[in-house]
């Protein structure tokens, strides 16, 4: 069972923080982490009409001064970091931070960094355990997504307000939705189709004059008549998203799609068919119920064979800092550290987010970069026993080589570097 513990520590949370128990039946544990509101949604941070009104304050001062947006940014993401390192519901966050990089938005487009806290706490964590319907729902919808993929601006060339200005659709959400979110090119839908659903979007915006700014549907900007996506007609006018969502959540290719990210991010970079195809029946006999492809992630066999996944940077600078369990004033400097390593919070270059395979963070370069943080990191526990370390984080999932190596190590901070640049310590 102490193997199994350090297992589950590892491979579904974010690492054992310094010497938590380890859990007499792991998969218990896990599910339990399943159960009741989120913890984190009774963290202080801003709503997301202080975001909004502090975008619009910057907008007012100009593009080189978005000093509020950025304030809200920094304070709102310490919290989240700081969640992050201390939870004790690691596997509940581990699904919160997959499923905001399913649904990427970025720093890269104005507007998201005031918003980018409060979309992970207004579209993502509520529907973690729910149905991914809603889920897709409120990411439409939320002032982050709109901003990042431009929708907020989108106007039909034909409503009233696109003939009056001479506007008209911007395609991006409406293609990075089917291509990214939902079916995937494997239900081969076309140029056509992608269109067609930018017109169903078209009308949803945000509000930022409103007092308090939020998103907003606005009829003068929706393209009208009916729109067809895939051979399904939609009617005019705001309840055709929902119609639109619904089908394509439910669609065999969008299950399929999610079952084999599920299975590619928690068990194997390259997913077990078998795990696939249990998680599959799962979303589709539970109408995409995400709390249950969950809780039959932690009971697949291939979930409990020896971890291969190779941790991304942000996964490997909180197993680090969770690891030596230090004070908050003594921790590293966790999103600067992830930037350092290449992966900056809410910044993914492209729609389609973090890569989640060894092949795009191993590469020589970003492997030392890796053990030259790790011997930084080590000189702020002067006070650790590298082997309570090592016992705490993987008990017997260490090779008992690497173990002998930790322990001939010329000096503790050498001894920890090796603990945390050791090839077991990297894996999930």
């Not at 307000?161 to 959400?173: P, S």
């Amino acid at each position: 069972m102490i193997q199994r513990g350090n297992h589950a520590f590892n491979r579904f949370a974010l690492g054992r923080r310094g010497g938590a128990a380890l859990p007499g039946d792991p998969e218990a544990w896990l599910a339990a982490q399943l159960e009741g509101p989120d913890p984190a949604l009774a963290l202080k941070a801003h709503s997301l009409a202080e975001g909004l009104e502090a975008w619009r304050g910057d907008l007012k001062r100009g593009n080189d001064a978005i000093n509020a947006s950025r304030a809200i940014m920094a304070t709102d993401s310490a919290t989240l970091l700081d969640y992050a390192v201390t939870t004790d519901f690691g596997f509940r966050e581990r699904l919160v931070w997959f499923w905001a990089n399913h649904f990427t938005v970025s720093l890269r487009r104005g507007g998201v960094a005031a918003v980018a806290n409060a979309y992970l706490r207004e579209a993502i964590r509520p529907h973690v355990t729910g149905r991914f319907q809603d889920m897709l729902g409120a990411v439409m919808r939320h002032p982050a997504m709109l901003f990042y993929l431009d929708n907020a601006q989108s106007m039909g060339p034909d409503s009233q307000a696109g003939r009056r200005q001479n506007k008209g659709l911007n395609e991006n959400l409406a293609r990075e939705c089917l291509e990214l979110h939902t079916v995937t090119p494997a239900a081969r839908y076309t140029q056509a189709d992608v269109t067609a659903f930018a017109g169903v979007l078209t009308g949803w915006s945000v509000a930022l004059q409103a007092d308090p700014p939020g998103p907003i549907f606005r009829p003068q900007m929706h393209q009208p008549g009916s729109k067809t996506v895939m051979g399904r007609s939609y009617p005019e006018g705001a309840a055709a998203l929902d119609q639109a969502l619904a089908w394509l959540a439910a669609h065999p290719a969008t299950q399929r799609s999610l079952a084999t990210k599920l299975v590619r991010h928690f068990v194997a970079d390259d997913p077990p068919q078998a795990a696939v195809a249990r998680i599959e029946t799962v979303l589709r006999d539970t109408g995409g119920d995400l709390k249950a492809a969950s809780l039959a992630l932690i009971h697949l066999p291939e979930a409990w064979a020896p971890m291969t996944k190779l941790r991304g940077p942000a996964d490997y600078v909180l197993a680090v800092t969770r690891a030596m369990d230090l004070p908050a004033d003594r921790r590293p400097r966790v999103r600067e550290v992830m930037s350092g390593l290449g992966q900056p919070l809410f910044n993914a270059p492209l729609p389609n987010g973090w890569p989640d395979t060894a092949a795009d963070w191993s590469s020589p370069e970003a492997m030392m970069r890796r053990i030259d943080w790790a011997y930084a990191a080590a000189a702020r526990a002067d006070g650790l026993d590298p082997m309570t370390v090592a016992d705490n984080t993987l008990g017997p999932l260490l090779a008992q080589g690497t173990r002998s190596e930790i322990a001939r190590a010329g000096s503790r901070r050498e001894a920890i570097t090796l603990l945390f640049s050791a090839p077991e310590f990297q894996r999930r």
